[in-house]
């Protein structure tokens, strides 16, 4: 069955340090994978995406994430972290152009000043 | 901002009433989505649907219902609303090969 997994429910970072935020995951054929943050109260915004091509992918408000298709991993980064960025984190894969998204459980990010 | 839009916000209703809540996007995306959230945070699909006139339902099973009758229209009905369904609700639309666009969600809750 394909999933998607984030091992860490919380992550807790102090400003200015760099963050990560883990997702591996198991789908069948070329992944489509993408990372969303949701802050209170609101819908899912689109941070970045891998379709194919360079494996480090550069996303909205300095994020990152890199594509390791042997531990079928994509690791969301930013070098340096602000409190702003304190939100939920959504990995999200899909099978290929015509499959459904699928969603990990989320990460809740604490960047604390 | 994204050009999808969910109303209503907010819904506090009582147990046994029938809620539409409505979700449209301007984008001419041909894909549409429900998704129910949990409280703590998991995102389940409840339908989806491919096209004008094609709805499917998804992982979680619900006891709403969907229509497609124009590609920018996606209501999601609950004929009898119960205190189970008290959750928040988000919409969403891509096309095949893009990121989907989310809505800002309606919580509901039924008292």
């Known amino acids: 069955a394909q999933s998607v997994a984030q091992p860490e429910d919380q992550v807790n970072v102090a400003e200015g340090n760099p963050l990560t935020v883990k997702c591996t995951y198991s789908v069948s054929g070329n992944p489509y994978l993408f990372w969303y943050v949701q802050y209170p109260n609101r819908g899912l915004q689109f941070l970045l995406k891998y379709i194919t091509g360079d494996n480090l992918v550069k996303g909205s408000y300095g994020f990152e994430a890199e594509f390791n298709k042997s531990q079928t991993s994509f690791h969301l980064k930013k070098p340096s972290a602000l409190v702003s960025d304190s939100a939920l984190y959504f990995c999200a894969a899909q099978e290929g152009s015509q499959g459904n998204l699928i969603f990990g459980k989320g990460t809740k990010l604490s960047v604390k000043p | 901002e994204a050009d999808i839009y969910q109303t209503p916000r907010y819904l506090v209703i009582g147990t046994g009433k029938k809620i539409t809540l409505e979700c449209s996007q301007t984008m001419g995306h041909d894909k549409m989505y429900w998704y129910q959230q949990d409280p703590g945070m998991e995102l389940h699909l409840i339908h989806y649907s491919y096209g004008v006139n094609s709805t499917e339902k998804g992982d979680l099973s619900s006891e709403s219902t969907v229509s497609r009758i124009r590609t920018e229209h996606f209501p999601l009905t609950l004929e009898s609303a119960r205190p189970s369904h008290t959750s928040q609700y988000l919409c969403?639309?891509?096309?095949?090969?893009?990121?989907?666009?989310f809505g800002q969600g309606t919580r509901l809750t039924v008292v």
């Open positions: 969403a639309s891509r096309r095949h090969y893009t990121e989907a666009f």
